[in-house]
Each structure stands twice: as C-alpha cells, then as structure tokens.
C-alpha cells in the first residue's frame, strides 16, 4: 500500500497571506495525485487532479505542483472560505490518502 | 445536474450488518466507477473499495476484505456497499464517490452527501 504523507498537520495562516502544503508519497505515483478541500459537517471537494490541474470551478489562487512522491498545494492568497482540511490522495495504485492538514486562521 | 445521494443514517448493533445506497443521476451511470469512503468521527478520509459501474468488478481495501460487498444496479443508476460483522470502530460516516474517468485510477469528482453509521449496543 501506498502511504501518503501530509505536512504540516495544521497550518495557520492569516487571511490574505499565503499557505503551502506538503503531501509526500512513500513511492512514486507519477502524477496521479489529487487534492480535496473538506469543511466541517460536508464532503470532501476536489480540488486539483493530476497533481496540477484545477477541477472544474475551483479558483485560480489554488495550484498543485510536483511528481514522482513529492507534491504541493499552494493558496496564493487564503479567503475566509478557504479555512478547511485539505487531503492529498494517490491514484497511481488504487487509492489512499494522507491523514490532512487543517488550515486555520491565525 | 450530477449528483450522488445516500441514503439516510442508520443505527446498528455490534455484529450486524449495514446496506448504504448511492443513486447517482445526470450522467450515465455504467461510464464511471464508483469508490466508497468512509471517515470516522474527527479523523481523516479511508478508502474502503471500488467498483466498476460498467461490470461490476470490484477491488476492496485489504482490511475489509471479507466483511465488504459493493454492487449496483443499473437499472435504477444505484450503487451498494454492505459492511457485514460490524464493530464499534466501524461508526463513521460513509460516502461514495464518483470516480472522474472512464479509467480505473482517478480522483473522485462528484461527492455523495454522506450517511451516518452509528454502532452502538
């Protein structure tokens, strides 16, 4: 199985500033890897797909870099509604996903 | 517009079983997989299994293996995941997911809204 792992376990951030996440796989996954943004009480939402391609009606301040077992999400400038967990998920071999880091207001 | 809807939450014994439905609408339904996750109270997200709406195969995270059945009907564009022998640490909220292509392997697009499975005696 394929383990993934998010860093750092929660991030604060001030509005308007920016937030880098890690996801780091514990083999490589090519570029078969997606990020999802999850609000508390709701499913998860997906974000990015193929490490760097935006999902339908996400916003441009949200971009997936990285290959192989390294990959970042970045959120250029965080809004108020941007404040959520944030999972990282392989789909080079099956499925997993990391355990999430939660971006809170600072 | 696409969309996924479970059914309601449910309240099981230890050692029962429990049979979560997932009527997918506004697409067709057998050109997609559909994978089922399951997220325990305050933790992150466990893929459970997939399985092919267009044949049926199916692939079930090793540690379900067994206690796990998923299948659809396609006549109604509805999916099933039956969790047999439950425990306490089964209690969770289960979803399904849309897998986003025709391919095996890709990330989940469409979300369902999510059902509770309590397990309590």
């Known amino acids: 199985e394929i383990v993934m792992t998010q860093s750092p376990a929660t991030l604060s951030v001030s509005p308007g500033e920016r937030a880098t996440l890690s996801c780091r796989a514990s083999q490589s996954v090519s570029s078969n890897l997606a990020w999802y943004q999850q609000k508390p009480g709701q499913a998860p939402r997906l974000l990015i797909y193929g490490a760097s391609t935006r999902a339908t009606g996400i916003p441009a301040r949200f971009s997936g870099s990285g290959s192989g077992t390294e990959f970042t999400l970045t959120i250029s400038s965080l809004q108020s509604e941007d404040f959520a967990v944030y999972y990282c998920q392989q789909y080079n071999n099956w499925w997993t996903f990391g355990q999430g880091t939660k971006v809170e207001i600072k | 517009q696409v969309q996924l809807v479970q059914s309601g939450a449910e309240v099981k014994k230890p050692g029962a079983s429990v049979k979560v439905s997932c009527k997918a609408s506004?697409?067709?339904?057998?050109?997609?997989?559909i994978s089922w996750v399951r997220q325990a109270p305050g933790q992150g997200l466990e893929w459970m299994g997939w399985i092919s709406a267009y044949n049926g195969n199916t692939n079930y995270a090793q540690k379900l293996q067994g206690r796990v059945t998923m299948t659809t009907d396609t006549s109604t564009s509805t999916a099933y995941m039956e969790l047999r022998s439950l425990r306490s640490d089964d209690t969770a909220v289960y979803y399904c997911a849309r897998v986003r292509s025709i391919a095996v392997y890709d990330a989940f697009d469409i979300w369902g809204q999510g059902t509770m499975v309590t397990v309590s005696s």
């Open positions: 506004g697409y067709t339904f057998t050109s997609y997989g």
